[in-house]
């Protein structure tokens, strides 16, 4: 021993090196390894174990390159301590290179160096690499199927993690808990609730029911697949439960729209003595996000500060929300201060989630601004951008989005495209529309959906083509939806087509017989046509199913109105606005239904923010505005009489109106993009 040590003082003795390792003393023990003159294979084995068990992967790699140049032929639990080192990294050039280098030393049928192998590959997310050592394995352990079902559900091959599943069993192997807890979130992406289901009664009948990990894994398959009441059960049979696993319960009841059940069991958790984490606090977040709770969230941000936990990315991303749904720019402001002080500007998840914060809120500029500031963006983070732009109405700037996208070597997706379709279709490119609907399967592998086609419906109906909108809907591959009715029912109604909107009211009746709006539409519309007999059959119809519709309101942000607006209407008329009497939906004489018009309750909300600028030049907003043809020009001839610029916003399409003359006498109605183009 002493003749391999040389002239290190003190005497040193190979066996302490790993205590010196595992004590976290790496650099002693390297500087001791380096003072060995011939250091045998099972010193390399060690150092590059410990750099690997203490979290130095890419060292252990370079340790094992250097000692290729000392050691010809290593052995299997060298080998294994690289395999980990290559995981770690998810260096797959690597871990091709260790594989091929065990084949050589006619290691490839090994079982337990084998195993170590699938993990690798799992790691490196190479499937083929994972089969190509299982199919070479002669003996398979409870170990090699495990890992192999693991590396399948992993990537998401969730049948081929089933079949192996039951293979296994063929083959006279037994599955232990780790396999059944690897393979239940196969159950999970399949919504496979049978198989799940078979799965417990194999626990049961194997006494694994006590098994922390299967009982977990248990719990999330049953709350993922809206089973939450099976959930419950084997949740309130587990001897001991983590936070995780409350988790998981308190999210399934918020995503199952059981709000009241999330909040208790949040209290629930909190009376307990539960030792609540973030994710905690950000699953009670964004599950009041999702019910409509925003206050509720909001107050709970305020609640997860004083309790001592910091917000992180996904607080910021449930949160943000609740900004543009209470019509709070101001909070969101304060959101985004922040994270600038706290430096998350530059985290993916939380800068697109301002993107979308400051887009709906009606700030194009500074969601664009935001968007600049990202430096390596995904395709959420550009798409994002375009419903942004949709939102807005600029369908030309979605179109240059998109195809800045694609140079960057973005790969566009479903949600791609519903947000460039409908920002053609609030800017009337149709013929854009069709060239991008036309190349969705041919060159991006996406097969247009339900909703693709509607988007294309509204395209056609939003620019008069009120015929090929129609020719379209009979042709869809798919049983057209409502929102392809609705698009040409209110098309008709713009555009006073009595025909086709009594064929597509028709249809919207069948569909969803109770949605008051389709009754109204197509009164409305026989109303504009004189039909007043037809007119009044549509809502007796309606009284007779008992549907009502809720009347419209506007919100308006922002600190006499009917003095101002005798004042600002005479200046509004010298600007050479004449009011619309078409829109005027009863029988009367001409002044009355001018008079009707000034009461009108956008009119009324816009005049109130006007009084509350004090003269100031500024910007509003109409967050939430029940906004008709007939008040469509009247914020912009306000706006220009008054010097101001107003910002409105149909459910979530914005129309931004500048103080200049000639926007005055310009109207682009607008429909809404669908929520859950993000999601």
Known sequence: MLSRVGKLVPRFNIK?????????????????????????????????????????????????DRMRSHIKKPDKLLLMSVAKACAAMSDLVKAKEIHDEAIRLGLGSDTLLGNSFIDMYTRCKCIDGAKKVFDNL???????????????VRQGLAKR????????QLNGVRPNSLTVASVLPACVELKNMKLGREIHGFVVTNGMEENVFVSSALVHTYASCSSIKQAELVFNNMSWRDTVLWNVLLTAYFAGNESEEGLRQFHQMRNEGVKLNVASWNAVIGGCVQNGLNELALDFLNQMQNSGF????ITFAAILPTCSNLESLKSGKEIHGYMYRHLYNDDLTAATALVFMYAKSGELELSERVFNMIKSKDTIAWN??????????????ALRLFKKMLQRGITANSITFMGILSGCSHSCLVDEALVIFNSMSREHNVEPDVDHHSTMVDVFSRAGRLEEAYDFIQKMPMEPSASAWGALLAA????????????????????????PGNYVLLSNILVSAKLWEEASEIRKLMRNKGIAKKPGCSWVESTEIYKFLEDMDMKMRLAGYVPNTDYVLQDVEP???IESLCSHSEKLAVAFALLNLNGQQSSIRIPQGFITLKMGTVPVVISAASLSNVARKKQEIFSQVQNVAANAYRLDWRSTVPENLIN
Request: aromatic share 8%; glycine share 6%.
């Open 492 to 515: 008709c109604k713009v555009y006073k087509n009595v025909g086709l909107g009594k064929i597509a009211a028709g249809r919207l009746f069948e569909i969803e017989p109770d949605n």
């Open 310 to 313: 910091k917000p992180n990315k």
């Open 384 to 397: 994002t951008m375009i419903i942004g732009n949709a939102m807005h109405g600029n369908g030309n700037q």
């Open 138 to 152: 002669k003996d398979r352990d409870v170990v090699t199927w495990t890992s192999m079902i693991s590396c399948c």
């Open 161 to 168: 993690g089933i079949m192996l599943f039951r293979d296994m």
């Open 591 to 593: 002044d009355e239904k």
């Open 16 to 64: 302490s090196l790993p205590d010196n390792s595992y004590n976290v003393d790496l650099q002693r023990a390297r500087r001791m390894f380096d003072e060995i003159t011939h250091p045998e294979l099972r010193d390399w084995t060690m150092l590059i174990s410990a750099h690997t068990q203490h979290g130095y992967p890419r060292t252990a790699i370079a340790l094992y």
